[in-house]
């Protein structure tokens, strides 16, 4: 299979910004767009049942569709992204939400996307993701994935924690502070981006490991490294989570220990052909506005 190329273009397989059924008629119009195009539409269940529509259960969308949409912002898409992971459907996001970073294409652009997607002008980007687990000291076992990151931090705002981190199996550092990301190139502009992470190009295969407010007067840098390097965390003391692209949360108590690997196949996010990376830098963060 050509990873990047689309196997076919009939039908896509669209999930809805939670909590916002006012998104109903936007919905309905590119559902329009898309079907006078000659492409099958399929909404996931609970975005069906959130505007009043009956819909596809999720497993049987991803597995039946060329291509899946999120509609909304960028949380949306990720969640799509890790949901979907395992069909590995190239996901595209429309922007119904606010920043729309990843989700890059707007919704007067709809029309002419499609134009262009008909005329292989298209791209898409392999961007790679974290496959992790979290052993408990019971002996269960968790698994996740995630496009942006994941953060070991306290559930109790103002509550410090204690990370201990090893790379390659070598004990490597202990984070005292508010916690620890571990960002992909994906979400080095986000939450990685506000810790004072540095901004890794979405294409680079690493991994980024930042502190968020560490209380010490040795800097604590970000470091980046490999992507094919095991990261092991665990924590002392402090009650702690990890969560997941911001969204799913895991208690880590002490004697648990997460692992941090790169996943075995990229996601796929479909894009304009002319996206430009520098350019959503400038327009969406402002890199280099001197008004900002
Ligand atoms: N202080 C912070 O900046 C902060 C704090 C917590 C979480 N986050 C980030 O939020 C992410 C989850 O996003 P959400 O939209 O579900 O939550 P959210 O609604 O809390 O929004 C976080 C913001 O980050 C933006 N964002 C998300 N991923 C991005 C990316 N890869 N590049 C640039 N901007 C991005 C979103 O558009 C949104 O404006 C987490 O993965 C984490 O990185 C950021
Ligand atoms: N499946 C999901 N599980 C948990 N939270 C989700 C899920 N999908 C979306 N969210 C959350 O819903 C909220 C709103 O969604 P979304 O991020 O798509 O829109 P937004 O905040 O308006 O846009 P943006 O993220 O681009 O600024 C976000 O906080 C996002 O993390």
Redesign the pocket.
């Known amino acids: 299979m050509n990873k990047d190329r689309l196997q076919k273009i009939e039908s896509a397989g669209f999930v809805l910004k939670p909590d916002s059924p006012e998104i109903k008629p936007i919905f309905q119009e590119i559902r329009k767009l898309f079907e006078e195009r000659g492409i099958r539409v399929a909404l996931a269940e609970r975005s069906a049942a959130m505007i009043g529509e009956r819909g596809t259960p999720f497993e049987k969308m991803c597995e039946e569709s060329d291509f899946l949409v999120s509609l909304g912002?960028?949380?949306t898409l990720?969640?799509l992204v890790r949901r979907s992971y395992p069909w590995h459907k190239p996901v595209v996001g429309i922007n119904a939400?606010?920043?729309?970073?990843?989700a890059d294409v707007t919704i007067e652009e709809v029309p002419i996307f499609l134009d262009q997607l008909f005329d292989g002008r298209y791209r898409i980007d392999c961007r790679l993701m974290i496959a992790g687990h979290i052993e408990k000291a019971s002996g269960a076992k968790v698994e996740f994935f995630a496009l942006?990151?994941v953060?070991v931090s306290s559930p109790i705002p103002s509550k410090m924690v204690i990370v201990n981190a090893s790379i390659e199996e070598e004990r490597f550092n202990t984070y005292r502070g508010d916690g620890l990301?571990i960002?992909t190139p994906?979400?080095?502009?986000?939450?990685?981006?506000?810790?004072g992470g540095p901004v890794v190009y979405p294409l680079t295969r690493a991994f980024i490991l930042t502190p968020v407010l560490a209380h010490s007067l040795t800097n604590q840098r970000p470091l980046v490294v490999p992507a094919d390097f095991a990261i092991e965390l665990d924590t002392e003391k402090y009650e702690a989570i990890a969560t997941i692209?911001?969204?799913e949360r895991y208690e880590i108590e002490e004697g648990d220990r997460v692992f941090i690997s790169v996943a075995k196949e990229d996601a796929r996010l479909l894009h304009r052909q002319e996206r430009n990376y520098f350019s959503v830098l400038r327009d969406?963060?402002h890199w280099g506005d001197r008004n900002w």
């Open positions: 912002g960028d949380g990720l969640s939400g606010n920043l729309g970073f990843l942006n990151d953060v990301i960002s994906t979400g080095s502009t986000a939450y990685n981006l506000a810790a692209d911001g969204q969406k963060l």
